[in-house]
């Protein structure tokens, strides 16, 4: 959870560091908007598929939630950024 609000029609510049498989920060326009670890969630190891920007399954498996609006200008690095780095 994070106490960073989102408006309606309004756009944002988020970023998602993560570190090794398990420690992950989200920014929002440049400000640490929320972090947390979950052990494996980030594992690329054996992935044969490709990754889903914009959309995921529900945690109990059942359904697809998407992301309803445009995405632009997608960056995916093969390091963690520091913080200074995002914004």
Do not use: C
């Not at 989102?6 to 440049?30: E, K, M, P």
């Not at 960056?75 to 995002?86: K, Q």
Request: hydrophobic content about 40%; overall charge negative; aromatic content about 8%.
């Amino acid at each position: 959870s994070s106490d960073v609000g989102v408006t309606s029609n309004t756009w944002y510049h988020a970023a998602l560091v993560v570190r090794g498989n398990q420690d992950q920060q989200l920014f929002i326009n440049g400000q640490l908007a929320a972090s947390m670890s979950i052990a494996g969630v980030a594992s690329t190891a054996g992935n044969t598929g490709g990754i889903t920007i914009g959309g995921g399954w529900y945690p109990d498996g059942k359904g697809v939630q998407r992301f309803n609006g445009p995405i632009d200008e997608v960056v995916i690095y093969n390091r963690a950024l520091a913080s200074e780095e995002v914004g």
